[in-house]
């Protein structure tokens, strides 16, 4: 009966089994080397949560010399949006995840996207048919809405399973007549479970979890020989020799499915690896990260707000093993390649996504670089979104450069640019066409002291842009002296009244004077970059300011 009932399901599946597996050799690869996929479904945009898995899924599978492939789930026709899958593509290639085969690229373990792989789906359902192992359900809407409206209102679990799955022992001449009539028809596992018995999910990074054995009659096939998730995942899992399945924690309760189709197969499981969810800390309480609330959930968040590629990387490391942002303060000369993940070293619980660590990783990493590579990567994001200071840029390489490389090779590099973004409002006042734009906003942040303006001008008028850093300071420390200025910090402290201030206080004047800010880095170079004219120019600037208050 079943061989026959097989033969009437699906009377133009002719291919077997084991033809299929033939079309799926065994990889090439070395002992202990990881096959992971990513498996995206094109239903909405790419979200952190995606990335994140991709880049696990990578750098696990590279670091042991195997395969990291990208297969595409788009079995959910209904929800599909246009233009996802180059939105995956194009998002994956941003943030330099390479695939080793898949989706977009050749490989020998393709068609690498679902809905091309609809025969290969139906040859594996139909030999469960033929073994006695699924059968038809043609239960329709209305009756599965009324089971479930029950199962909801006696807290029953929801599925068809035991009495509910009245489809299960038709009998030949019973499914004879749905199709004579034809009637619309799914087909469901035969699931052979227990529910007073439990199955072991030995996790690669939560360790053993008890889970109740599945006992649903789950769908395989839909209504239009589709598969289900469930069933297509365990079947290219199988034929793509999949060796670590690395997902999301939410789906651990549908482990018991997965195993139960794989032992129902006949086939060999994969190692799972569920991961935990991306977290946010809000008012004092922990959510996950949502797409609605949180725009950095979105990963075009990223290109727009200047972020660099490479520290989303590094953060990306950071969330993946709890020990990687220790190692890669401590390797200034490494790379994310030279770090050796660990599934022991993967949160267990919820992963909080915070920004401000972010944003102290990309301090970082801007630190390590050089101050060319920083002023190419900003051309290159102002380009596409600030037009007017990319032609601004252009026109103040050398002095941006030279800015850019002020206290950068030194034990400790400043760290005032975290975004693309930060080069302008951090370098405002070396650009003279901002500077000069109106007095108002070059000196905003005028402090509550005296700032005497002769003695600026005075100053400016002094200054040798030829003097070495020592000379400068020896010179600006005379000055101070001359003018009732204690020479040191430790002087003035000593007899405060015997003094107008200090050295650091001529500093400060002219310091604000030049660029209308009370920290900023190294006074000495600033000066140097701006040169004399232009220290004359803005101390005369910033003179008739102070007359016009």
């Known amino acids: 009966m079943n061989e026959e009932l097989a033969e009437i399901l699906f009377p133009n599946i002719t291919k077997t089994p084991e033809e299929i597996e033939a079309m799926y050799p065994k990889r090439n690869l070395k002992e202990g080397a990881m096959v992971t996929r990513f498996g995206p479904s094109p239903t909405g945009f790419m979200h952190v949560g995606n990335l994140c898995g991709a880049f696990i899924d990578s750098v696990m599978a590279h670091q042991t010399g195997g395969i990291f492939y990208l297969r595409i789930e788009d079995t959910d026709s209904k929800r599909e949006i246009s233009g996802a899958k180059d939105l995956i593509l194009n998002s994956l290639k941003h943030f330099h995840i390479d695939y080793d085969e898949g989706y977009g690229k050749d490989g020998e373990y393709g068609p690498y996207i679902q809905s091309m792989r609809a025969e290969i789906y139906q040859v594996f359902a139909k030999q469960l048919v033929k073994e006695g192992k699924a059968y038809p359900c043609f239960m329709s809407e209305e009756e599965l809405a009324e089971i479930r409206e029950g199962q909801e209102l006696r807290k029953e679990m929801i599925g068809i399973y035991g009495t509910y799955a009245v489809d299960r022992d038709l009998s030949l001449e019973e499914v004879k007549k749905h199709l004579e009539n034809k009637d619309s028809y799914v087909i469901r596992l035969k699931s052979p479970g227990d529910i007073n018995k439990q199955v072991i999910l030995h996790d690669c990074i939560k360790g053993d979890i008890l889970l109740p054995e599945n006992v649903i009659d789950e769908v395989i096939l839909k209504k239009d020989g589709i598969p289900t998730y469930h069933f297509a995942h365990v079947v290219d899992d199988h034929l793509m020799q999949t060796t670590h399945v690395i997902r999301g924690d939410e789906w651990i309760s549908s482990f018991p499915k997965h195993l139960q189709l794989f032992q129902l197969l006949g086939w060999k499981m994969p190692k799972y690896a569920h991961h935990a969810p991306l977290t946010k800390k809000e008012d004092g309480k922990i959510r996950k990260l949502s797409k609605r609330k949180d725009p950095e959930f979105s990963v075009r968040y990223y290109k727009e707000a200047g972020i660099p590629v490479e520290a989303v ?79 601004i840029m252009q026109k103040n390489k050398d002095r941006l450069i030279g800015f850019l490389n002020i206290e950068r090779n030194t034990k400790r590099p400043r760290k005032d640019i975290a975004t693309y973004k930060d080069l302008k409002p951090e370098s405002y006042y070396m650009i003279d066409e901002y500077f000069f734009e109106n007095s108002a906003k070059s000196y905003k942040e005028l402090p ?61 004047m002219i310091r604000f004077a030049v660029t209308g800010r009370t920290k900023t880095p190294d006074l000495y170079q600033i000066l140097s970059i701006l040169g004399k004219n232009n220290l004359e120019k803005r101390v005369e600037f910033f003179s008739n300011y102070l007359k016009n208050l």
């Open 313 to 391: 990387r590094l953060y990306l490391a950071t969330l993946t093993n709890t020990n990687f942002e220790e190692w890669y303060l401590q390797n200034k000369d490494k790379k994310i390649e030279d770090f050796t993940f660990s599934y022991k070293k993967m949160p267990v619980g919820g992963t909080l996504f915070d920004m401000e660590k972010l944003n102290n990783i990309c301090r970082t990493y801007f630190s390590r670089l050089t101050s060319l590579e920083i002023y190419e990567d900003c051309l290159s994001y102002n380009k596409e979104f600030d037009h007017s200071f990319y032609e």
């Open 448 to 508: 509550d002291r005296h700032f005497d303006w002769n003695l600026l001008l005075e100053y400016s008028k002094e200054y040798q842009e030829s003097d070495s850093y020592e000379e400068w300071y020896e010179r600006i420390k005379k000055f101070a002296s001359n003018h009732g200025y204690a020479s040191e910090v430790k002087l003035y402290k000593e007899n405060p009244e015997a003094f107008s201030g200090h050295v650091g206080d001529i500093c400060e």
